[in-house]
Structures are given as structure tokens and as C-alpha cells.
T-cell receptor
Framework: AQKITQTQPGMFVQEKEAVTLDCTYD???????LFWYKQPSSGEMIFLIY??????QNATEGRYSLNFQKARKSANLVISASQLGDSAMYFC????????????????FGRGTQLTVWP | DSGVTQTPKHLITATGQRVTLRCSPR?????VYWYQQSLDQGLQFLIQ???????AKGNILERFSAQQFPDLHSELNLSSLELGDSALYFC???????????FGPGTRLTVL
């Protein structure tokens, strides 16, 4: 089974500062996808950013960027200029790898990192 | 708003009962996934449908079943409920199996 590790149960950052949330993954496959989702206290899961294993450039979406280091099997999320509304649980996930050109697509999730942004 | 809808938002029931959770995927999405989120197990994949057909099963109990209808909405049926089934159940949808999954708001099930 695929494995996602998020080693930081909780992180604290001051408003307007940048923060990095760590994620490492374990797979022997070459073609896979990595995702970050945000879960506020209200409970919904919000898609933030995606990185494909063959993408040469790190993904960026507004204030979110993904620091992808394939050799180290890490896919850290960087949030720049933190805002109070960024306080939430953040999940790293890996899509089941492509095999034979296809995938079932299910996601494997880490345990999450609770981010708290303080004024 | 992801475009994925789930009903009901909250469900409180007793042990031994049966409930049905409903999901409507985003317009155009053919893949539907069900996930369970609990404190001890985290987010776990349950089952996947693609264009009406079951494609994959994960950590889904035999007491649970699901289906996807011709209009692509999906239902997750949970029977003989136990206290440990209390969790947040998410439905997610994507266009195909390599595309980003968008999650519904979830159904919070409480079994008393």
C-alpha cells in the first residue's frame, strides 16, 4: 500500500509569515500524483494544489506552492503570507500510481497537520 | 463550493439501524469515490465507481454497500450500524481517474 507521512501534527505561524508543511511519500512507481487538501473546522475538504511526478516545475497556485523533491520523495506545501483564514487541517495525498497506462485513481492520505495562524 | 453535493449533512441514528448517504457528483464527472474519516483511522478510501460500474474497493466493511445510478449520483448504504461507524463520510468526484478529485461537504454520521 502507498504511504504518506506528515510528521508535524501541529504548526504555528504568525500572520503574513510563510510556513512549510512537510509531506513524504513512499512508492516504487514512476508515475503518480500528489495533492494537498485543506480541511477547515467546518469539515469540508478543499483542493489546494497538484503535482504530477513527471512535472519538471514545482506547482504553484496563488499563495500555495509545492516544493517537490522527487529523489527525496517529498512534496512539501509552502504557504506564503499566511492569513488567519489559513488556520485549518492540511492533508497530503497521493493518487494511486499509473500502471499499464491506467489508474483507479483512489487517494491515500496522510494524517494531516493542524496549522494555526496567529495575529 | 466544489460542485459535489451530499445529503444529509448530519445523521444521528442508533446501533443496528441502516442509513443511506447520497452524493451527486460535479456535472460531467464520471468517477465517484467514497471516503471515511475517523479520528483513529484517518481518511480511508472505501469504494469507487466509474460511469455506473464498481471499479475498486478499499477498506469497506461487508455491512456497507454502494451503487452509482445512470444519472451518475451515488448512494452509500450502511447497515447493522455500530458505534465505531460514527465518522465523517465524504464523496468525491472527478472527470476520470487521473483527474483531481473534488470533495463534497461530507455527511457526519453519529451512531448512538
Amino acid at each position: 500500500a502507498q504511504k504518506i507521512t506528515q510528521t508535524q501534527p501541529g504548526m504555528f505561524v504568525q500572520e503574513k509569515e510563510a510556513v512549510t508543511l512537510d509531506c513524504t511519500y513512499d512508492t516504487s512507481d514512476q508515475s503518480y500524483g500528489l495533492f494537498w487538501y485543506k480541511q477547515p473546522s467546518s469539515g469540508e475538504m478543499i483542493f489546494l494544489i497538484y503535482q504530477g511526478s513527471y512535472d519538471e516545475q514545482n506547482a504553484t497556485e496563488g499563495r500555495y506552492s509545492l516544493n517537490f523533491q522527487k529523489a527525496r520523495k517529498s512534496a512539501n506545501l509552502v504557504i506564503s503570507a499566511s492569513q488567519l483564514g489559513d488556520s485549518a487541517m492540511y492533508f497530503c495525498a497521493m493518487r494511486e500510481p499509473l500502471r499499464g497506462g491506467s489508474t483507479l485513481g483512489r487517494l491515500y492520505f496522510g494524517r494531516g497537520t493542524q496549522l494555526t495562524v496567529w495575529p | 463550493d466544489s460542485g459535489v453535493t451530499q445529503t444529509p449533512k448530519h445523521l444521528i441514528t442508533a446501533t443496528g439501524q441502516r442509513v443511506t448517504l447520497r452524493c451527486s457528483p460535479r456535472s460531467g464527472d464520471l468517477s465517484v469515490y467514497w471516503y471515511q474519516q475517523s479520528l483513529d483511522q484517518g481518511l480511508q478510501f472505501l469504494i469507487q465507481y466509474y460511469n455506473g460500474e464498481e471499479r475498486a474497493k478499499g477498506n469497506i466493511l461487508e455491512r456497507f454497500s454502494a451503487q452509482q445510478f445512470p444519472d451518475l449520483h451515488s448512494e452509500l448504504n450502511l447497515s447493522s450500524l455500530e458505534l465505531g461507524d460514527s465518522a465523517l463520510y465524504f464523496c468525491a468526484s472527478s472527470i476520470g481517474t487521473t483527474d483531481t478529485q473534488y470533495f463534497g461537504p461530507g455527511t457526519r454520521l453519529t451512531v448512538l
